[in-house]
């Protein structure tokens, strides 16, 4: 069983950044795929970025590419979700992620994929 606890959500202008971090628990994260996902009042969740954890390849939704940036730290077993130029139309609930096994590319996207949930964090993009 793996426990995942995200932090670091919180009220931002648009432009601002923000860093998310989720810590699991258990001694085998560095055996989990690792994803980001949100979800906005009224919509369905949506992919956001995810980390393989064999060869440490990341994949972006495209409408995060190039703003931000997904990371992992085994020795600490975290997590991480570096946001910049945020926009008021991702403010959302931001869920982490976390699944064994190896992946195609595109399953990573995939929330049916990911075992293991944490229970969010809520950020918000101010205008």
């Known amino acids: 069983q793996v426990q995942l606890v995200e932090s670091g959500g919180g009220l931002v202008q648009a432009g601002g950044s923000l860093r998310l971090s989720c810590a699991a628990s258990?001694?085998?994260?560095?055996?989990?795929?690792m994803g980001w996902f949100r979800q906005a009042p009224g919509k369905e969740r949506e992919f956001v970025a995810a980390?393989?954890?064999?060869?440490?390849?990341?994949y972006y939704s495209d409408s995060v590419k190039g703003r931000f940036t997904i990371s992992r730290d085994n020795a600490n077993n975290t997590v991480y979700l570096q946001m910049n130029n945020l926009k008021p139309e991702e403010t959302a609930v931001y869920y982490c992620?976390?699944?064994?096994?190896?992946?195609?590319?595109?399953?990573?996207?995939?929330?049916?994929?990911?075992?293991?949930w944490g229970q969010g964090t809520q950020v918000t993009v101010s205008s």
């Open positions: 980390i393989s954890w064999i060869s440490g390849a990341t």
């Open positions: 258990g001694r085998t994260f560095s055996t989990l795929n």
């Open positions: 992620a976390a699944s064994r096994g190896l992946f195609t590319s595109s399953q990573y996207a995939s929330a049916g994929f990911y075992a293991y």
